[in-house]
Nanobody, 131 residues
Framework: QVQLEESGGGLVQVGGSLRLSCAAS????????AAWFRQAPGKEREFVAA???????????EHADSVKGRFTISRDNAKNTVDLQMNNLQPEDTAVYYC?????????????????????WGQGTQVTVSS
């Protein structure tokens, strides 16, 4: 089992920045992919960013409300943490942000964007962007 705990959420104005952190404990976390998802009220939980175990391969949401270029995912395997740096925040970024971890290393890019591929989840941290 892997336990995940998010921190760093809060209220920020449009254009501001926040850094979310996810601390892992329990079973080895370092060898597997990790990701951030978010869920706004009345919407499904959606992919934000993912990183493979090494941290050198990263993937970002590329829909109309893309975070690419604004958000950066990173991990420190020595500290068992995965962070999400969020810059130039917009009202549409308002959501509960969840950290997730998988237990397989052979997922392709499409799988890494699929919330059903992640077995372990944190409780979430609220991010609110005010205009």
């Amino acid at each position: 089992q892997v336990q995940l705990e998010e921190s760093g959420g809060g209220l920020v104005q449009v254009g501001g920045s926040l850094r979310l952190s996810c601390a892992a404990s329990g079973r080895t976390f370092n060898n597997y992919p990790a990701a951030w998802f978010r869920q706004a009220p009345g919407k499904e939980r959606e992919f934000v960013a993912a990183t493979r175990w090494s941290g050198t391969s990263t993937y970002y949401r590329e829909h109309a409300d893309s975070v690419k270029g604004r958000f950066t995912i990173s991990r420190d395997n020595a500290k068992n943490t995965v962070d999400l740096q969020m810059n130039n925040l917009q009202p549409e970024d308002t959501a509960v942000y969840y950290c997730a971890a998988a237990s397989r290393n052979d997922y392709g890019m499409r799988d890494l964007r699929n919330r059903e591929k992640y077995e372990y989840w944190g409780q979430g941290t609220q991010v609110t962007v005010s205009s």
